[in-house]
């Protein structure tokens, strides 16, 4: 009956329940990317001190991408 209607379901929140969102428009909603989360297992393999030596003696790039580019890499090395 609503061709262009989406639902979304939400996170929950102190409940078993999760919200609705429903929108009777063509526009999507863009969900967030992820939030980057440092994983303490990753100090413990053997191959994350050079991973970490080869963004951050890369002296060429700005920092800014930098940080984007190690936290990329390691959410997919993850």
């Known amino acids: 009956m609503f061709p262009k209607a989406s639902v979304i379901h939400l996170p929950r929140?102190?409940?078993d329940h999760c919200a609705l969102l429903i929108s009777f428009s063509n526009s999507q909603?863009?969900?967030r990317t992820r939030m980057f989360k440092f994983e303490r297992m990753w100090l413990d393999h053997p191959y994350f001190p050079g991973i970490v030596d080869n963004f951050w003696?890369?002296?060429t790039n700005p920092l800014v991408n930098t940080?984007?580019?190690f936290t990329s890499f390691l959410r997919d090395w993850n």
């Open 13 to 15: 929140v102190r409940s």
């Open 29 to 31: 909603w863009q969900r």
């Open 57 to 59: 003696n890369d002296t």
């Open 67 to 69: 940080i984007r580019d």
